[in-house]
Protein backbone atom coordinates (compact mmCIF):
# COMPACT_ATOMS: atom_id res chain seq x y z
CA UNK A 1 0.00 0.00 0.00
CA UNK A 2 1.71 3.36 -1.07
CA UNK A 3 1.36 6.26 1.00
CA UNK A 4 -2.18 8.58 1.09
CA UNK A 5 -1.51 12.27 0.18
CA UNK A 6 -5.17 12.98 -0.52
CA UNK A 7 -6.36 15.80 0.87
CA UNK A 8 -6.62 19.78 1.51
CA UNK A 9 -2.69 21.42 2.64
CA UNK A 10 -1.33 24.80 3.60
CA UNK A 11 1.57 26.47 2.90
CA UNK A 12 3.08 27.70 6.97
CA UNK A 13 7.02 27.86 5.83
CA UNK A 14 8.36 28.84 2.17
CA UNK A 15 12.20 29.49 2.51
CA UNK A 16 14.13 30.54 -0.59
CA UNK A 17 11.24 30.48 -2.71
CA UNK A 18 12.60 33.63 -4.06
CA UNK A 19 15.63 31.70 -5.23
CA UNK A 20 13.79 28.93 -7.05
CA UNK A 21 12.19 31.44 -9.15
CA UNK A 22 15.13 33.35 -10.12
CA UNK A 23 16.71 30.07 -10.98
CA UNK A 24 13.47 30.06 -13.53
CA UNK A 25 14.18 33.20 -15.14
CA UNK A 26 10.73 34.69 -13.38
CA UNK A 27 11.05 38.63 -13.87
CA UNK A 28 11.06 40.99 -10.92
CA UNK A 29 7.59 42.12 -10.77
CA UNK A 30 6.08 38.84 -11.34
CA UNK A 31 8.27 37.35 -8.16
CA UNK A 32 7.34 40.32 -6.23
CA UNK A 33 4.22 39.47 -6.64
CA UNK A 34 4.44 35.85 -5.95
CA UNK A 35 6.30 35.99 -2.87
CA UNK A 36 3.18 37.46 -1.22
CA UNK A 37 1.27 34.16 -1.94
CA UNK A 38 0.23 31.43 -0.18
CA UNK A 39 -0.54 28.34 -1.53
CA UNK A 40 -2.80 25.49 -1.08
CA UNK A 41 -2.44 22.24 -2.27
CA UNK A 42 -5.17 19.40 -2.89
CA UNK A 43 -4.00 16.38 -3.59
CA UNK A 44 -6.68 14.10 -5.33
CA UNK A 45 -5.08 10.19 -5.09
CA UNK A 46 -5.97 7.30 -6.14
CA UNK A 47 -3.27 4.54 -5.53
CA UNK A 48 -0.16 5.26 -8.03
CA UNK A 49 -2.53 7.82 -10.10
CA UNK A 50 -2.05 11.94 -9.20
CA UNK A 51 -3.78 15.15 -9.59
CA UNK A 52 -2.38 17.85 -7.25
CA UNK A 53 -3.25 20.71 -7.60
CA UNK A 54 -1.93 24.30 -6.58
CA UNK A 55 -4.33 27.49 -5.66
CA UNK A 56 -3.54 30.58 -5.01
CA UNK A 57 -5.19 34.06 -5.33
CA UNK A 58 -3.05 35.06 -8.45
CA UNK A 59 -3.03 31.65 -10.39
CA UNK A 60 -3.67 28.39 -10.06
CA UNK A 61 -1.52 25.25 -11.52
CA UNK A 62 -2.49 21.19 -11.99
CA UNK A 63 -0.48 18.38 -12.69
CA UNK A 64 -2.11 14.90 -13.04
CA UNK A 65 0.32 11.86 -13.41
CA UNK A 66 0.51 7.86 -12.73
CA UNK A 67 3.56 6.71 -10.96
CA UNK A 68 6.79 5.42 -13.30
CA UNK A 69 4.93 6.73 -16.17
CA UNK A 70 6.67 10.32 -18.45
CA UNK A 71 4.73 12.69 -19.74
CA UNK A 72 5.16 15.85 -21.32
CA UNK A 73 4.50 18.43 -18.67
CA UNK A 74 3.94 22.35 -19.99
CA UNK A 75 4.52 24.81 -16.87
CA UNK A 76 1.42 27.12 -18.12
CA UNK A 77 1.37 29.96 -15.80
CA UNK A 78 4.17 28.95 -13.88
CA UNK A 79 8.00 29.32 -16.20
CA UNK A 80 5.81 28.09 -19.31
CA UNK A 81 8.08 26.01 -20.46
CA UNK A 82 7.80 21.94 -21.94
CA UNK A 83 9.32 19.40 -19.21
CA UNK A 84 10.01 15.56 -19.53
CA UNK A 85 8.21 14.63 -15.90
CA UNK A 86 8.23 11.28 -14.37
CA UNK A 87 7.36 10.78 -10.69
CA UNK A 88 8.35 7.75 -8.34
CA UNK A 89 8.04 6.26 -4.75
CA UNK A 90 11.46 6.08 -3.13
CA UNK A 91 9.92 4.56 -0.15
CA UNK A 92 7.02 6.85 0.63
CA UNK A 93 8.38 10.13 -0.96
CA UNK A 94 7.35 11.15 -4.11
CA UNK A 95 10.09 11.92 -6.59
CA UNK A 96 9.91 13.98 -9.21
CA UNK A 97 12.41 14.91 -12.55
CA UNK A 98 11.50 17.20 -14.70
CA UNK A 99 14.10 16.84 -17.70
CA UNK A 100 14.10 19.86 -20.07
CA UNK A 101 16.38 23.34 -20.02
CA UNK A 102 16.47 23.33 -16.68
CA UNK A 103 19.21 21.32 -14.66
CA UNK A 104 18.57 19.74 -11.98
CA UNK A 105 14.59 20.70 -12.30
CA UNK A 106 12.52 18.89 -9.93
CA UNK A 107 10.71 18.03 -6.60
CA UNK A 108 10.41 15.67 -3.81
CA UNK A 109 6.97 14.95 -1.50
CA UNK A 110 6.94 13.35 1.62
CA UNK A 111 4.50 13.34 5.15
CA UNK A 112 5.35 13.28 8.51
CA UNK A 113 1.66 12.95 10.09
CA UNK A 114 -0.52 16.07 9.33
CA UNK A 115 2.80 17.90 7.65
CA UNK A 116 3.46 17.92 4.06
CA UNK A 117 6.88 19.20 3.05
CA UNK A 118 7.86 19.82 -0.77
CA UNK A 119 11.29 20.14 -1.86
CA UNK A 120 11.46 22.33 -5.32
CA UNK A 121 14.69 21.63 -7.35
CA UNK A 122 16.00 24.07 -10.29
CA UNK A 123 19.78 24.26 -10.79
CA UNK A 124 21.64 25.21 -7.93
CA UNK A 125 18.08 26.37 -6.04
CA UNK A 126 16.31 24.51 -3.59
CA UNK A 127 13.11 25.69 -1.76
CA UNK A 128 11.58 23.89 1.34
CA UNK A 129 7.87 23.93 1.71
CA UNK A 130 5.91 23.36 4.66
CA UNK A 131 2.26 22.77 4.44
CA UNK A 132 -0.09 21.92 7.63
CA UNK A 133 -3.31 19.48 6.55
CA UNK A 134 -6.55 21.46 6.71
CA UNK A 135 -8.68 18.88 5.29
O1 LIG B 1 4.03 21.72 -7.66
O2 LIG B 1 5.54 22.10 -9.22
O3 LIG B 1 3.33 19.94 -5.60
O4 LIG B 1 2.56 20.42 -9.65
C1 LIG B 1 5.75 26.78 -8.37
C2 LIG B 1 5.80 28.25 -8.69
C3 LIG B 1 2.91 31.94 -9.05
C4 LIG B 1 3.16 32.25 -10.52
C5 LIG B 1 4.37 26.33 -7.96
C6 LIG B 1 1.76 30.94 -8.85
C7 LIG B 1 7.09 28.60 -9.42
C8 LIG B 1 4.33 33.19 -10.74
C9 LIG B 1 4.04 24.92 -8.44
C10 LIG B 1 2.19 29.82 -7.95
C11 LIG B 1 7.20 30.05 -9.73
C12 LIG B 1 5.69 32.56 -10.48
C13 LIG B 1 1.17 28.75 -7.69
C14 LIG B 1 5.06 23.96 -7.90
C15 LIG B 1 6.74 30.38 -11.10
C16 LIG B 1 6.04 31.48 -11.43
C17 LIG B 1 0.31 28.25 -8.82
C18 LIG B 1 4.89 22.53 -8.35
C19 LIG B 1 4.15 20.33 -7.84
C20 LIG B 1 4.37 19.68 -6.49
C21 LIG B 1 2.86 19.79 -8.46
Known amino acids: MPANYSGTWDI ?9 MVALGIDFA ?15 QDGDSFIIKTFTTFRNYSCSFK ?8 TKGL ?3 KCQTTVNWYND ?27 LRCEDQICKQTYERTA
Request: aromatic share 12%; charged share 35%; with cysteine.
Open 67 to 74: IGEEFEEI
Open 12 to 20: VDNPNFEGY
Open 93 to 119: KLVCLQKGEKKNRGWTHWMEGDTLYLE
Open 79 to 81: DNR
Open 30 to 44: TRKMARMLKPQKVFE
